[in-house]
Each structure stands twice: as C-alpha cells, then as structure tokens.
C-alpha cells in the first residue's frame, strides 16, 4: 500500500525573486507543507513525534528544478512515503502543474529520530514501528 | 546617555522580490539583526532574558518605507533604545545609506516581558532595573 | 458597501520560534496572503496592477501581537479594505481564533501606487478610479 | 588552483525552530550567503550574470545535517568552486565550527546559465570561459 498526499501549491508574491520564478530556497517550505499534509492524513504530525518523545529532524535533503515556477501557475506537490526498515522516514516529492501535469521538481527528504535530548535513536521508536504497522509499510 | 547601534546591512538575493526591490517583508529581520547587535553591544540578548527567566516578545511594531532598498546599496540600520519608565523595551530604527546618509526607512518595536510560561509581567524585572541603572536609563 | 475577505491561516512549523509561537516576523506574510485572496475575490491582484503599469508597494506597515500564535491553533485573518479619498490602498487586518473568535493580532497596511520606473504616481490611476466605482468605494 | 571562500556564519533567533535548533529550510540561505561571498572574491556575483545576459539558476540542491546549528554556536561556511567542462556552476559546502572544526553540515549546489527569456545556454558563455582561464579553472 503506497502512502502519499496530494496538495496544491499557491506561489506567494514573496517567494517569487528578482528573476521572477520561485527562489530555489523557498522549496524546502513546500516540501515541509507537503510533510504536514502527510502528517495530518497518516497520523505522524510533528505533534505526535513529541507527543511520544521524539524530534525527527531532517538529515538529507535533495532537490531538483526542473522547471521554474511562477507566480499564478496551478501547482501541486505530491509526497510519497517510502518504506525503509531503517530507524529513518524517507518521503520523495514531485511539484506538477495540475492542469498539464508538467514535472517542475522533483525532491527527497529522510528524517531521523532523536529524543527530547537530540540524541539520535538507532532504533524504529514502538510507536512508529505500529504506525508502519497499522499502514501495513 | 543614548544608547544605540550602527550596523551594516547586506540585502540577500532572496530577499529582492519581483519587482526588484527587497520585499517589504524582509526588513522584520533586519531590524532583528539590530536588536541583536544592540543586545551584544549592551549586553541585552536574548539569551540574556532567558537565563533571567524571562521571553521579550514584541507587542507593536511599526515600519515605514520611504525608499526602496536594491540588492548591492550599501545600507546601515541605526537602532536607538529609547528609555521609558513602563516594563517595556523600545526601539527606534533608521535604515541609511552608508555613502549618501539617504533615509530609507524608520521603524519602531516595542517589547514587554513575559515569564518562561508567557504570563505578562507587568514590572520592570530586577535584573533589567540593574541594567537601566548601569546604563543610566 | 464594506470588502473584505476572511481567510484560515495554518502556521507552519518552520514559523514558530524558539520559544513555541509564531515569530513576530511571520505576520507580514500572513497580511500579504489575506491581501491576497483579497485580490482575487474583487480583481485587485498584483497581477492586475503590473498589467495596468503600475506596482502598489506597502509605504506602512503596523502589527500589534495581543497573543501568541501557537502551532495547530485555528485561525482565521480578516482583511478590511478601508476607503481613502487619497491615491493608496489602505488595509486593516485581525487575526481572530476560528472557534472561539479571541483576537490574536491586529494590523494595518499602506500601499501607493508607482509606475514601472518605481516613480510615485500621486494621483488615482483611470482603471483604479473604476474599480472603486465598481465597489461604490 | 582551488577557489574557495570562508565566511562566518550568526544564526538569527528566526531561524531557530521550536526544537531549538536552525530550521533545516534556512541553510539554504546560508549557502546563497556563501556563493555571494564567493562572487564577490572572484567576480562572479549575481549582478555579473545579468549584466552579461543571463541567469544563473540552481537546478540541483544537496544538503546533508550532520550536527544540529544552535544559536551562538560560532560557525563558518566554506564553499569551494568545482570545476567542471559542462556549462555549469559546482560549489561543494562545508559548515564547520570556528572553534573546534566539527563539521556540522555539508552540501552542493549546480547552477545552470540561462538567457533573459529563461531558455537554457548549452554551451560555457564567452565571457565565462574568460573567468575560467583568468582563475586557471
């Protein structure tokens, strides 16, 4: 069973630079937006992290620009869960035109575990191993 | 005694927006950037607070734009503390060109103390008497 | 015949600060999102002015914090498009709880309008005129 | 001959997360602060582009946290220019401690050039051709 989300993307004059696209930089917001959609759908909010006692702090973050984006464009980014039997959450995102379905970028985030302390868990945490689970992941 | 600060101000790439000026967002930060110069200066940081036991959250904060600011002027930012006998901590903020003095922009914030489960405290904090007093504030 | 536009605000994690509210600096952001949807609710989007020739940059702007802004709160913020005989675009703004209708923050915007050549255009432009008409503004 | 550049780093008091280290989305900033530095060492800023005729747009953004950044922590970012025969722009990372040298995060970014009108250039423009010979790369 694959898990992912769907959500639109509406640019902000704000993030839109000199250049008149998207800055590279403001990506790793959508991506984050993405995650907490995930998170609201799947149960695995940054909220529940603590809640059970654990940061899950980004360790790797790759993204591609494959097109710019611009302001007004219809865009959604679609965040994929990938499974892994590693103490790790990985997601892959794609950033498409929801009318013509163009691939504008393409990304990959892994997150970890650390306790309250910021120490990093080398273990899936019992909680997250029912959450997979429960997912069947 | 007037107690301030002078601190340069590099606009960022990001921070230039379409039409070519530094978003009117932006400049949150850079008076930010003046509070925290201040705060070294005088030894008012925010971690300062912390260790006392106490937050510093601005409650007001007012900004006027006169001239747009462009990636590669050279800007200063004045920050100017200004005494009141209220439990308050008040700025006021100038942003000029280094070469020409121009004023670009004016600004103001305003702070009040709240304790660590951000309850307002109503009274100047013993520690901040002290550092008004040294300060001949 | 008042405008105005109510839109829900979801704080992002990457929002909230150190100290577990919503940073001062974020707000701008919020206005501008409310500004907006205000814009495509009555055809005043940046978008529109660029094509009559002119940008509306903000010469003033004012924020009062009256709560913190906390991860996961429901909120709402209304944008208030208040009338002036003068050649600006004035918005008053409140950031309200959506359940229980607190009022968070306040805030008020100034725009002027320029031309390409970001030259101060001191009176109505033809098309700005209409649109107020339009509105019986 | 190895073109590089060292330039320190203040994390802001906005930059810190709710779980009390920088926000992950922020590095990118420190990265673009970095090639800004860089161009301004070596002649290759962002205005330098456009004055020839293009842009200089990242299609590709790698990010490694290894340490978590905290604020006061005294760091540095080392970017280093990698060369390279396609038309594109490498600078490999490095955040280190100014004390201790720990390597906190690593990263990598490649820029592409592009004309005015957005449309990708195959080929290494003349002038940047002239860059590389002058810096022997």
């Known amino acids: 069973m694959e898990l992912f989300i769907e959500k ?5 004059f704000s993030e839109v630079d000199s250049m ?5 930089g403001a990506y790793p917001l959508y991506l984050e937006d993405a995650r907490e959609a995930f998170g609201e759908k ?3 909010t940054y909220a529940n992290y603590v ?3 654990y940061y899950a702090p980004i360790i790797d ?7 710019p984006l611009r ?13 892994t039997d590693a103490a790790k959450i990985i997601f892959e995102y794609e950033i498409r035109d929801r ?17 309250l302390d910021y120490q990093l868990v080398w273990q899936n945490p019992d909680w997250f191993v029912e959450w997979k689970n429960k997912w069947q992941q």
């Open 71 to 83: 302001h007004g464009t219809q865009m959604k980014i679609i965040a994929r869960y990938k499974p």
């Open 99 to 115: 009318i013509t379905n163009i691939l504008y970028s393409t990304g990959k985030t892994v997150q970890v575990f650390m306790d």
């Open 42 to 44: 799947y149960g695995l």
């Open 51 to 53: 809640a059970q006692g």
């Open 61 to 67: 973050m790759q993204i591609q620009y494959k097109q």
């Open 8 to 12: 639109n993307i509406e640019v902000r």
């Open 20 to 24: 008149g696209v998207v800055w590279h």
